[in-house]
């Protein structure tokens, strides 16, 4: 047996002077300068506590598995501070042959406007507090939470796709092209 398989995994993540870090029933709060977010650890069997400005990860186990997991909650709690410090922005493209596309922002809902000559327009929605700005041929969505920014791109690109024609060809849509760390404008 590798001395690897009998190691407990324990990690000290330290939180930033601007980020404030709260959990209860293992929920974690994070609230910083762009915002404030929240990740339910219920299903992530991680062992977490948070004191003044440390959070201290365990592994409940000494398998790959519970080092893959344990990994996980690592990443996940990384990508939540930094969100809330510096945020996230998508780049995406809008590409049209023919029909000039419209992108609107109504509310928390993007409106798609005049996709391959269509009377009605294609609504995506926002989510969370995702920012949608549409400058010229660019859409460009920042946020603070990167779930929410990956989501709200996501759901857009989908909404766009070219149905029952030869998707080679139709080259419509609006594309992801550039993936920034931190609010661009």
């Known amino acids: 047996m590798s001395t690897k398989q009998t190691e407990n ?21 994070v609230e910083g300068p762009l915002g404030k977010t929240r990740k339910n650890f219920k ?13 201290t990860l365990k592994s409940f186990g000494t398998r790959k ?3 893959a997991i344990f990994k996980t909650a690592e990443s996940i709690i990384n990508t939540l501070i930094k969100g809330v410090q510096q945020g996230y922005t998508f780049k995406m493209k809008i590409v049209y042959a ?7 922002v109504k509310d928390n809902t993007v409106l798609v406007e005049n996709f391959q000559g269509e009377r009605a327009a294609r609504i995506s929605k926002i989510v969370g507090d995702t ?8 859409v460009i969505i920042t946020g603070p939470v990167l779930t ?15 149905r029952n024609k030869d998707h080679r060809v139709f080259l419509d849509g609006i594309y992801l092209f550039e993936k920034l760390d931190g609010i661009q404008k």
């Open 9 to 29: 995994h324990e990690l000290t993540i330290t939180v930033p002077e601007t980020v404030k870090v709260t959990e209860k029933h293992r929920i974690l709060n």
């Open 43 to 55: 299903k992530i069997p991680v062992d977490m506590q948070v004191s003044g400005k440390n959070i």
């Open 65 to 67: 598995k519970d080092y």
């Open 98 to 104: 023919h029909f000039p596309i419209t992108v609107k």
């Open 131 to 138: 920012k949608v700005v549409s400058k010229g041929d660019d």
């Open 148 to 162: 929410d920014v990956s989501q709200t791109a996501g759901s857009l690109q989908q909404n766009t796709k070219v």
